[in-house]
Structures are given as structure tokens and as C-alpha cells.
């Protein structure tokens, strides 16, 4: 499976993660069952509200699975219209999330969950 996390910067499992997924300035991808890392920059980081296309942030990469601190409803109606799946994370570097995801920790975000605002703490 691989899991995207929308992160602060390109550090590998260290990465710190984005409280939102649109404005994240990186997204490091995680295969599970290979165990293999990739940085994807975020080059659509600067989007006005409501107008985040998931697809284009991720460079064209289709995860399986975000696992997103904070993330608005359109994102979020897309994402899953593309079969992936949404999930929160509460962690601070990715490595932490990696764990909660094993662990079996991560819920399914549903629209209540979403963001109302880029200038909420979600």
C-alpha cells in the first residue's frame, strides 16, 4: 500500500508533517510493503480556497491511502473520488505516523473532520 503524508520538508521519515494537505510544501510517499520512500514537491501549494486538485499537488502520483492532519472538504470529496482513502494522523514526523498507521491508529476522516478554512488549526 502506499501512503502519502503532506510534510514541511524533504527529510525522509524525519519529515515533519503539514497541518494541511493543500498547503503542505512536500509529500512523502511510503510503500509498506517495499519499505520505500519518495519526496514528491507540492508545486501547487499556493491554490486559492476550495480550488486544491489533489492529483496535480501530487504530481500526477496516486496514492492508496493520505493520512492528513488537516484537510478541506473538496480535497477531501476528491481524494475519495478517486478511491483513496483519507486518514487522520496525529504525529509529528512521518517515522511516528508510519508507526500509528501499523499500529492500526489512523480513523477515516469523514467531511465532519474537514477544514472550513485554509486559516483554521483543523
Same mark, same amino acid.
Given at each position: 500500500? #502506499?501512503?502519502?503524508?503532506?510534510?514541511?520538508? *524533504?527529510?525522509?521519515?524525519? +519529515?515533519?508533517?503539514?497541518?494541511?494537505?493543500?498547503?503542505?510544501?512536500?509529500?512523502?510517499?511510503?510503500?509498506? *510493503?517495499?519499505?520505500?520512500?519518495?519526496?514528491?514537491?507540492?508545486?501547487?501549494?499556493?491554490? /486559492?480556497?476550495?480550488?486544491?486538485?489533489?492529483?496535480?499537488? %501530487? +504530481?500526477?502520483?496516486?496514492?492508496?491511502?493520505?493520512?492528513?492532519?488537516? #484537510?478541506?472538504?473538496?480535497? &477531501?470529496?476528491? %481524494?475519495?473520488?478517486?478511491? &483513496?482513502?483519507?486518514?487522520?494522523?496525529?504525529?509529528?514526523?512521518?517515522?511516528?505516523?508510519?508507526?500509528?498507521? +501499523?499500529?492500526?491508529?489512523?480513523? /477515516?476522516?469523514?467531511? *465532519?473532520?474537514?477544514?472550513?478554512?485554509?486559516? +483554521?488549526?483543523?
Amino acid at each position: 500500500m #502506499i501512503v502519502c503524508f503532506p510534510a514541511m520538508e *524533504d527529510n525522509g521519515l524525519e +519529515s515533519r508533517l503539514s497541518g494541511h494537505f493543500g498547503s503542505a510544501p512536500w509529500f512523502i510517499a511510503a510503500d509498506t *510493503d517495499t519499505n520505500e520512500k519518495q519526496a514528491v514537491p507540492n508545486r501547487y501549494k499556493v491554490h /486559492e480556497h476550495g480550488q486544491c486538485n489533489p492529483l496535480s499537488a %501530487l +504530481s500526477g502520483f496516486k496514492p492508496d491511502v493520505v493520512a492528513v492532519q488537516g #484537510i478541506g472538504p473538496g480535497a &477531501i470529496n476528491k %481524494l475519495h473520488s478517486m478511491n &483513496i482513502k483519507v486518514l487522520r494522523v496525529q504525529a509529528a514526523t512521518v517515522k511516528e505516523a508510519l508507526e500509528q498507521l +501499523s499500529a492500526g491508529n489512523l480513523p /477515516e476522516m469523514t467531511l *465532519d473532520d474537514a477544514c472550513k478554512s485554509h486559516g +483554521s488549526s483543523c
